[in-house]
Every structure is written in structure tokens, then in C-alpha cells.
């Protein structure tokens, strides 16, 4: 087993003022991850659980008041800092298909800039971008590359930053929930699409809230809360067999085909700014006990999965 990407001991904390003081509060705590080669990797939670902080914190694209701190982030075997890679051997997937094109340039126009980051020559690079766009299951190029993107659907948009991607010849590919703004049956396609590209060696990192994309699409799943890793494991085995109550609560929330009655989790997930000791979800678990007020569970192997709880000796 390779691993394409290795995070150690990672912290974000960002500067805030609140009431009239200003001090630093953590969206994640030392997080702990590796991602193999050739799979598709889903990082889950509610919004406001550090998913899309982790993203950028890896692209280095996180606001001015942020204080980061890691042991280390490798990609490849070799710290990330030391690496010019964004856009290149690591390509965004924004969330957002509708703010991720330039409304002033062509889509040809936006894709040569790709070409140019690879130093692909002018007379190559049309070629390349056709073939790019045929992978992602566009019919119409010629229409397409002359339109601006107001001209194009969400997806479409969405199909052109993967092409994007693929023009780049990225090896890994990190998307930020990139199916929120499309309708369902346009969401399985653009999914379907990722899964052709792991099939073709790449990795996906898979920014979601929705635990039945994990379900149908993932190899592995990571579950977030309020910037703490509660449960790691392969995403068959975390619907087998889930660990970590707030893993059973996301599940039980799911619509199933029983018509079993959906769960609530209780409460709502705390704002940054609220110190919350020990557990983090132990104002909303079922099973809280004294110790999980206190103490901060930490992350270990519990079978074939990870999870970070004092249910489990």
C-alpha cells in the first residue's frame, strides 16, 4: 500500500475577536491521515466540522488570520511546502461550479491557461483539450469551448473544471462537495465521472455531508466533528459496522427503504468559538459518560476501523 498523501500532527487555529478580545480558537486538532493511491477517500460530517478547512490548509489557501502547526504534510514522500503543485500535480474541485470559471473568458480561452501551467505548446494543447473534455462525457466540444460559462448548466461547468484536472494531469484530485449546487440525477453522473478517474489511477479526495454518496462512491471514509477525527475506517465496513456515536447518528438520520422512522441528533454543532472540554460531541451523545466531559478520547484501532471513543477499551 502506497500512500499518495500523509498528514501528521495537524492543527488550524484561527485569530478571532470576541468581545473585544482576540484570541485563537481551533478548526482542527491534531489530525492524523493517509490517503492510498489509486482510491477514492470521503471526508464526512455536518457543515462546520473542519472538512473544507483540511482542504485548504493542504492547498495552502486559508485566510490571514489562520495559524497552522504540523509535524508534517507529505506529498509523495516529500513535504508540500517544498512543492509547486497546486493546479498541477494537485488539482480543486471547488464546491461552487458557478463562481469557479472567469465570466470574462472563453472556456478554450480558460483551459489554455491550464496548458500553459504544463508547458504543453499551442499547437498540442487544442488536441488535449478535446480529449480531456470527451473523458468527462461532452458531446458538443466545439459548441462548448467557444461559450462563457454563463452560456453552460452547472454540471457542464462542473464537467469542465474536471476536464480541467485532467488537461493538468493531476494525480490527485481534492473535491469540495462538488455535487451541492446540481440536481441528483446530474450529481450520479459527475460522481460516476470521479469513479472513472480512480479507475484510471487517480486519487479523489471527497469532500461530502452526505453519507449516501460515501455509501455508493467511496473506498475509505473519514468521519469529522467540530475539527477532531472521531472514526476512520473502509467505507463498507463504517455501514457495516459503525463505532463512534456520532457515526450511529448521522447513520440513523439516513432515509432507508424499511421506512424505519428517522433520528435526530440532538442539540446543533457548537460555533468555533465555543471551548468545549473533553469530547467534543458529548453535549450531543447518548452515550455520554463523566470521563467523556474531561478527557479528550484519543484516535485508535478498535477491529478493522479507527475511532477516537471511551465506549471502546
Request: hydrophobic content about 40%.
Amino acid at each position: 500500500m502506497e500512500n499518495i498523501l500523509e498528514i501528521k500532527n495537524l492543527s488550524v487555529a484561527f485569530k478571532i475577536e470576541l468581545n473585544r478580545v482576540e484570541n485563537y480558537y481551533y478548526a482542527l486538532k491534531n489530525i492524523n491521515l493517509s490517503f492510498e493511491k489509486g482510491k477514492i477517500h470521503s471526508i464526512a460530517g455536518e457543515s462546520g466540522c473542519g472538512k473544507s478547512v483540511l482542504i485548504n490548509t493542504i492547498l495552502n489557501l486559508l485566510a490571514k488570520n489562520a495559524c497552522v502547526e504540523y509535524e508534517s504534510i507529505l506529498y509523495n514522500g516529500v513535504d508540500i511546502r517544498k512543492q509547486d503543485i497546486l493546479g498541477k500535480s494537485i488539482f480543486l474541485i471547488p464546491q461552487d461550479p458557478f463562481m469557479s470559471l472567469n465570466p470574462l473568458y472563453t472556456i478554450e480561452n480558460q483551459m489554455l491557461e491550464v496548458r500553459a501551467l504544463k508547458g504543453i505548446k499551442r499547437q498540442d494543447a487544442v488536441e488535449k483539450i478535446k480529449k480531456s473534455l470527451e473523458e468527462v462525457k461532452i458531446l458538443n466540444i466545439d459548441n462548448v469551448l467557444k461559450s462563457y460559462p454563463h452560456e453552460l448548466s452547472g454540471g457542464m461547468k462542473q464537467r469542465v473544471i474536471i476536464a480541467m484536472a485532467l488537461l493538468a494531469e493531476s494525480d490527485l484530485i481534492l473535491a469540495d462537495e462538488p455535487t451541492t449546487a446540481l440536481d441528483v440525477s446530474v450529481s450520479n453522473s459527475i460522481l460516476n465521472i470521479l469513479v472513472e478517474l480512480k479507475n484510471k489511477g487517480k486519487t479523489i479526495i471527497l469532500i461530502t455531508h452526505d453519507l449516501s454518496i460515501v455509501s455508493n462512491y467511496t473506498d475509505t471514509a473519514t468521519i469529522m466533528y467540530l475539527g477532531n477525527v472521531v472514526e476512520a475506517a473502509l467505507s463498507k465496513e463504517l455501514f457495516k459496522n459503525p463505532l463512534h456515536p456520532y457515526t450511529k447518528a448521522l447513520l440513523g438520520a439516513l432515509p432507508n427503504e424499511k421506512g424505519k422512522k428517522l433520528e435526530n441528533i440532538k442539540g446543533q454543532i457548537s460555533p468555533i468559538t465555543e471551548i468545549i472540554q473533553g469530547c467534543k460531541f458529548h453535549p450531543r451523545c447518548n452515550c455520554v459518560m463523566d470521563r467523556c466531559k474531561i478527557e479528550t478520547p484519543m484516535l485508535k484501532q478498535v477491529c478493522s476501523s479507527k475511532t477516537a471513543c471511551f465506549l471502546y477499551k
